[in-house]
């Protein structure tokens, strides 16, 4: 059977059942929703497959005049005939089958290859519109605001006390827009600085001297100072000190050239509250007392490791000095602390354990124990810092007993009643020297050892 009766045949059947089952319908008589929809959808089925039929038997005529032409037909189960039945081109015959308007019609494309584009106007009403006639494009960084601004401002003060690199905060700062509001920062480091230590508030005003001129202008300090001095009475709640810690600020300003000498002339007989005029007074005096110095560098002294050993050492003793009169453990902790020197304790250690065989009687000796168990318990001495001062004393003994005739035994009692305390451990005990038990018997005996 050529395919011409095959299609012929599958389209009278598909009529037939079409028409029995539309006669089905018609003999009902009133028709349902249902049916009158399902009746509708089957006679666009029926234009459709009328539609092929006729497309199909075009088809079949090009094939067979193809066929008579002399041109062999081939075949629909071949790889050319699969690749003709999933080819986009149009089956009509119409068209080239070439892409929509060369390629440059669809959505998201730049346009066909070598397309010149027209010449845009510039408008006036753009933001970055330039009179010149060229337009800058910019990155627009959004001004922040005061909710946003301490959220900002504080990591970046906190995180400078930890590395004190003024240029990290610098190019922090130029990129963010601190706008009408940039004065904020300095007078929140300040407020931070108070808070915090003595090195803290050095390098804060190191920060300031450096931001000076590069990021805040002399009005952006003076107005953070200005608004710290309005501020005052609820600073002195948290710090007491307040008023003095800012005097000293503003001095250091004054002497780094970051605020006008005149800032102080401003407020001449103008000032009621008493904690402004405190701190104003405080700036005063110490101008008049450095003034060949330009630079303030020791108003708030030289902080932590930076302070010279011979220093550290005379600090020191005369903590452990002044403990022994007054016996005020938390006093001696405050001092401690306030040293800044974590890594230099195991002077400490040796410092105290010498005044203990240096001293006369049980007292400094029971003293010295309660202190070092204190500094154990807080962690403010930590164990290799311990280690490292007995140890120092272990190999100056040999040294220290010729001024000190009774320094072994002395050194013994000591390190049996600090591991008692739980004050060192058991191996630093152990390593204790001793000396003999032996001794001479007198001259008559000959010399000889007594056993």
Known sequence: MCCCSWHAVVSTKQDEDDSEDLNELEVNGNWTPQEKALHEARLKAKAKRRLRKSSSRDSTRESLSDSVS????????SPKAKAAVNDRKSRTGKGRGLPKKGGAGGKGVWG???????????????????????TVYATVVPELDERELEKTIHPIVQEYF??????????????????????EFSSRAVSLSLEGKASHRELTSRLLSDLSGKVLSESDMSRAFDKMLKELP?????????????????ARAIADHAIPMSFLDCYKGKVDCDHARAALDRASVLLSMKREIMRLDNVWGVGGGQRPVKHLIKEMNLLLKEYLVSGELSEAEHCLRDLEVPHFHHELVYEAVVMVLESTGDTALQMMV?????????GLITLDQMNRGFQRVYDELP???????????????????CFQEQVITKQLRDSCPTRGRKRFVSEGDGGLVKS
Do not use: C, R
Not at 167 to 183: A, D, I, P, T
């Open 234 to 250: 609820d600073l002195i709640l948290d710090t007491p000190e307040a008023p003095q810690m800012l005097g000293q600020f503003i």
């Open 70 to 77: 002399g041109e062999p037909s081939t075949d629909p189960h």
């Open 399 to 417: 040294e220290i007993s010729l001024d000190v005739p009774h320094a072994h035994s002395i050194m013994e009692t000591f390190v049996d009643l």
């Open 162 to 183: 930890e590395h004190g690199d003024t240029k990290e905060v610098q190019m922090l700062l130029k990129e963010l827009n601190l706008g009408h509001h940039k004065f």
């Open 112 to 134: 066909a290859a070598g397309m010149v584009y027209e010449v845009e106007e510039l408008d006036a009403d753009d933001p970055n519109y330039d009179e010149s006639g060229d």
């Open 370 to 378: 309660k202190l070092l168990k204190v500094f154990w318990q807080t």
